[in-house]
């Protein structure tokens, strides 16, 4: 799942993840500091060198600087945290789209559902909300409106966030259609 930031992603994936139990959420890495208040579970925060000397032993799936701020975030390889049956189950990234793309390119039948806001505003007060200062607000606007707009062509399913319990179960019987081979 890919959007711009601040179109409620992360919200939307939690309501998902209550949903649609069988699904696993893949938690990434990034030399992002963390934010307040923001758990400590959100990723796993490693310094630069950690983080490269993790792309040096091919344990990501895929990578990228965040285009903004040149921050690293990656997935980490699917198989680091096997355990039996939870194998098989769907595995949900919530990713930017350049990490989405690498995504793609391993996994063909990988189902990149893009995000969005109802309206540029709604996105700005969100972003604004998370304490973000005004310069990074600006710059994510900036970011996103790019993001979105590749997004759309890229993207396999696109979700309005206009309801996080709507968006959310729209999502969820996308994931149903994919699974039944729809
Ligand atoms: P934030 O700093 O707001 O948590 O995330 C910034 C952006 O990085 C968001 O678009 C988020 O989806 C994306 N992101 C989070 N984890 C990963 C990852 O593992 N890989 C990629 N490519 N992007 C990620």
Do not use: C
Not at 55 to 78: K, M, Q, R, S, V
Not at 136 to 163: F, K, T, W
């Amino acid at each position: 799942m890919s959007g711009p930031g601040g179109v409620g992603k992360g919200t939307v994936v939690a309501r998902l993840l209550e949903l649609e139990p069988g699904l696993r959420l893949s938690r990434s890495w990034t030399t992002r500091p963390q934010r307040p208040g923001e758990p400590d579970g959100a990723y796993v925060f490693a310094d630069r060198a950690e983080f490269e000397r993790r792309i040096a032993d091919g344990g990501f799936l895929e990578w990228t600087p965040y285009p903004g701020t040149g921050h690293l975030y990656g997935t980490p390889t699917l198989d680091d945290e096997s355990d039996g049956a939870r194998d098989r189950a769907p595995i949900v990234l919530e990713i930017e789209l350049d990490g989405a793309q690498q995504v793609k390119a391993v996994h063909p039948d990988a189902v990149l559902i893009l995000i969005v806001a109802p309206s540029p505003e709604a996105r700005a007060v969100r972003l604004r909300k998370r304490g973000d200062d005004e310069q990074s607000v600006a710059r994510r606007m900036e970011v996103g409106a790019r993001e979105e707009r590749l997004g759309r062509q890229l993207a396999d399913h696109v979700v309005v966030n206009d309801d996080v319990d709507r968006a959310a179960q729209e999502v969820a019987g996308i994931l149903r259609g994919h699974q039944t081979g729809g």
